[in-house]
T-cell receptor, first 113, second 117 residues
Framework: DAGVIQSPRHEVTEMGQEVTLRCKPI?????LFWYRQTMMRGLELLIY????????DSGMPEDRFSAKMPNASFSTLKIQPSEPRDSAVYFC???????????FGPGTRLTVT | AQTVTQSQPEMSVQEAETVTLSCTYD???????LFWYKQPPSRQMILVIR??????QNATENRFSVNFQKAAKSFSLKISDSQLGDAAMYFC??????????????FGKGTKLSVKP
């Protein structure tokens, strides 16, 4: 199994630009999670999906952030417009209903200048 | 709401020695899962070990074992025969079995482990 796949691995952009992060979960997993990690705030859950439906988006910082899961094998996290305080590592993770383990992708390091 | 506390921001161990990382949690639920994740400098989050709350037996994975004390709400990780590759940030995490939070992992703030050669 290829594991959770994220792209890009690194993204550098200027303030005000749109950023799109991508995630492919492990095949057969029906839960997908987006996290953000910073030194100040640690790991934060942004949003998670079950069977492609958003279940809890209370962690999404503000309207500039949006996430979609159009099918079981693909999800995006979009920031528009981006701001320097959005600089962080963004992780995607997935798991299946029957299992307890959550598997993480390698993360996307986002830098907004 | 559930919380996870790791009271040791940093720990250090000599290579080949044993180290224990502490984790406590707060919950009113009886069924849940507990996990330890490792995050090396590569920043990849790696699952180390899991424990189901209904199991009395402590989980073990090679050199990694846990001491699960359900009544005390304690879940410590013991690393035996420490190796240089064990140097990383370690996160304790909780997952409920119930309700709307069923999908979510709640993480502690982490313990940074250094291994001295």
């Amino acid at each position: 199994d290829a594991g959770v796949i994220q792209s890009p691995r690194h993204e550098v952009t200027e303030m005000g630009q749109e950023v799109t992060l991508r995630c492919k979960p492990i095949s057969g997993h029906d839960y997908l999670f987006w996290y953000r990690q910073t030194m100040m705030r640690g790991l934060e859950l942004l949003i998670y999906f079950n069977n492609n439906v958003p279940i809890d988006d209370s962690g999404m910082p503000e309207d500039r952030f949006s996430a979609k899961m159009p099918n079981a094998s693909f999800s995006t996290l979009k920031i528009q417009p981006s701001e320097p305080r959005d600089s962080a590592v963004y992780f995607c993770a997935s798991r299946n209903t029957r299992g307890g383990e959550q598997y993480f992708g390698p993360g996307t390091r986002l830098t907004v200048t | 709401a559930q919380t996870v506390t790791q009271s040791q921001p940093e720990m250090s161990v000599q290579e080949a020695e044993t180290v224990t990382l502490s984790c406590t949690y707060d919950t009113s639920e009886s069924d849940y899962y507990l996990f330890w994740y490792k995050q090396p400098p590569s920043r990849q989050m790696i699952l180390v070990i899991r424990q189901e709350a209904y199991k009395q037996q402590n989980a073990t994975e090679n050199r990694f074992s846990v001491n699960f004390q359900k009544a005390a709400k304690s879940f410590s990780l013991k690393i035996s025969d420490s190796q240089l590759g064990d140097a990383a940030m370690y996160f304790c995490a909780y997952r409920s079995e119930y309700g709307g939070s069923q999908g979510n992992l709640i993480f502690g703030k982490g313990t940074k482990l250094s291994v001295k050669p």
